[in-house]
């Protein structure tokens, strides 16, 4: 079992950035492949960005893709996601996910594919 628990949250500004945080417990987060979704209210939730066990392979949502950093300290077992250039647009609660992957590159974006989510995070975006 995995807890994750997201924190960095908050208002900013269009144009600001925001480096949001999501620690686990267990002792085995290395070999979890870890990933970020967000949803704001109406809509699903979608894929943000994720991170291979290793932290070699990431990828990220389209619509994000530039302005967003992923990674991760397996030493604190934490993941980051580092958000620059925020726009009104990307106000969402932004939530933590991680499964267990027998392949250090892999990467999954699809919700169904995650087996642990954290309580989320609020961002939002003025204009």
């Known amino acids: 079992q995995v807890q994750l628990v997201e924190s960095g949250g908050g208002l900013v500004q269009a144009g600001g950035s925001l480096r949001l945080s999501c620690a686990t417990s267990?002792?085995?987060?290395?070999?979890?492949?870890m990933g970020w979704f967000r949803q704001a209210p109406g809509n699903e939730r979608e894929f943000v960005a994720a991170?291979?066990?290793?932290?070699?392979?990431?990828v990220y949502a389209d619509s994000m893709k530039g302005r967003l950093t992923i990674s991760r300290d397996n030493i604190k077992n934490t993941v980051y996601l580092q958000m620059a250039s925020l726009k009104p647009e990307d106000t969402a609660v932004y939530y933590c996910?991680?499964?267990?992957?027998?392949?250090?590159?892999?990467?999954?974006?699809?919700?169904?594919?995650?087996?642990?989510w954290g309580q989320g995070t609020q961002v939002t975006v003025s204009s």
């Open positions: 996910a991680a499964v267990s992957s027998g392949l250090a590159s892999t990467v999954y974006f699809r919700v169904n594919e995650y087996d642990y």
């Open positions: 991170i291979s066990r290793s932290g070699g392979n990431t």
């Open positions: 267990g002792r085995t987060f290395s070999s979890y492949v």
